[in-house]
């Protein structure tokens, strides 16, 4: 038999689960977290259903608000497969955030694809997603 708050949590473990819940384990940024604590402090809400609401907010609004690249991938450029391909390394091997990406991109003055003026997390995001859409990861 476990301690009383062993078995407690065991309990409400087992209630999370019962109720279609799933266990999930992240790390994420001490600046992320202190964001969670004040909302929670704030609100009163578990740290669960405020990421739980962040995401689906974020999830909800992504699809339609998301910038795009509006580039025929049978006609880029050199320049522009070099920056995809920079882009992607960058994020799948590098394990780079989208902002240090950005960052990056904008110290080395490279030309964005969408055609804004410079590199942020979104121009970042819609080359990423141009190479999901387009299937480009083993071509460039």
Do not use: C
């Not at 600046?31 to 995401?55: F, L, N, P, W």
């Not at 049978?74 to 522009?80: F, G, I, N, R």
């Not at 410079?118 to 995001?125: F, N, P, R």
């Amino acid at each position: 038999m476990g301690t009383p708050t062993k078995d407690r949590q065991q309990k409400w473990k087992a209630k999370q689960t019962a109720s279609g819940k799933k266990s999930v384990n992240v790390m994420i940024s001490a600046e992320v977290k202190e964001m969670i604590d004040k909302e929670k402090a704030y609100t009163g809400d578990t740290i669960s259903h405020i990421i739980e609401q962040s995401v689906r907010e974020h999830l909800r609004s992504a699809p339609s608000n998301r910038r795009r690249i509006d580039l025929d991938s049978e006609k880029l450029t050199d320049t522009q497969k070099v920056t995809l391909k920079i882009v992607r390394r960058q994020r799948s091997i590098n394990r780079y955030s989208l902002s240090e990406i950005a960052d990056g991109n904008n110290r080395f003055q490279t030309e964005t694809l969408s055609g804004v003026k410079e590199w942020d997390d979104e121009e970042v995001q819609a080359a990423l997603d141009y190479i999901d859409e387009h299937q480009l990861w083993y071509s460039l």
